[in-house]
């Protein structure tokens, strides 16, 4: 079993930027080589990928929205067993709850993810 927390998340002007953290507790990411994965679902919305990273670091996927693109990037310390996505140049629409992942494989489906945290809010002003 795994436990992921997430936190960073808060109020902050566009523009501004933000690092969420997703910490692991349990079977940790170093010992199960778990790929790890933020989605974010605004409200009526589909939960959607934002990004993933492979066990070791050395892959990552990115939305393919050009809203994301180039914005925002996926990080990992094995040995802090913790996942971050540094999030650049925030815009309002990046308002919306961000969730944490932890699966087997580097997809972008939701459904092949097998842990979630509770997520974290991030809110973006004008």
């Known amino acids: 079993q795994v436990q992921l927390i997430e936190s960073g998340g808060g109020l902050v002007q566009a523009g501004d930027s933000l690092r969420l953290s997703c910490a692991a507790s349990?079977?940790?990411?170093?010992?199960?080589?778990?790929?790890t994965a933020w989605f974010r679902q605004a409200p009526g919305k589909e939960r959607e990928i934002v990004a993933a990273?492979?066990?070791?670091?050395?892959?990552?996927?990115?939305s393919d929205s050009d809203s994301v693109n180039g914005r925002f990037t996926i990080s990992r310390d094995n040995a802090k067993n913790t996942v971050y996505l540094q999030m650049n140049s925030l815009k309002p629409e990046d308002t919306t709850v961000y969730y944490c992942?932890?699966?087997?494989?580097?997809?972008?489906?939701?459904?092949?993810?097998?842990?979630w945290g509770q997520g974290t809010r991030v809110t973006v002003s004008s």
């Open positions: 349990g079977r940790t990411f170093s010992s199960v080589s778990f790929v």
């Open positions: 992942a932890a699966g087997s494989l580097l997809v972008s489906a939701p459904g092949r993810y097998q842990y």
């Open positions: 990273i492979s066990r070791t670091g050395g892959r990552t996927i990115y």
